[in-house]
């Protein structure tokens, strides 16, 4: 069993940075991480996701070059560094711990997930 806290959420300006953060616990931390997103009425979407040892990043077209995720399995967290946000990027966002060690964006590939912290991002 895994449990994941997110936190770092909060209100920000457009053009605003914030850091979310997914704090672990449970089992081993050993598995690829990712996150994503919920707006109102929306489907789940990807967001970025990282495998286990952190060495290898992918993200969804709409935030690249803008977000960034990186882990420290030292202390078992995983992190979305947001710079440059739009109110687009308002939703609530959720970190989740795959059962595998690589690389996924298909939410079905992931079997732990965070309660979600919430990002508005005002005009």
């Known amino acids: 069993q895994v449990q994941l806290v997110e936190s770092g959420g909060g209100l920000v300006q457009t053009g605003g940075s914030l850091r979310l953060s997914c704090a672990a616990s449970g089992s081993t931390f050993s598995t690829a991480m990712g996150w994503f997103l919920q707006a109102p009425g929306k489907e789940r979407e990807f967001v970025a996701t990282?495998?286990?040892?952190?060495?290898?990043?992918y993200y969804e077209d709409s935030v690249k070059g803008r977000f960034t995720i990186s882990r420290d399995n030292a202390k078992k967290t995983l992190y979305l560094q947001m710079a440059s946000l739009k109110p687009e990027d308002t939703a609530v966002y959720y970190c989740?711990?795959?059962?595998?060690?690589?690389?996924?964006?298909?939410?079905?590939?992931?079997?732990?997930w965070g309660q979600g912290t919430q990002v508005t991002v005002s005009s």
């Open positions: 989740a711990a795959s059962r595998y060690s690589t690389m996924r964006s298909d939410p079905l590939d992931y079997n732990y």
């Open positions: 990282i495998d286990w040892s952190g060495s290898s990043t």
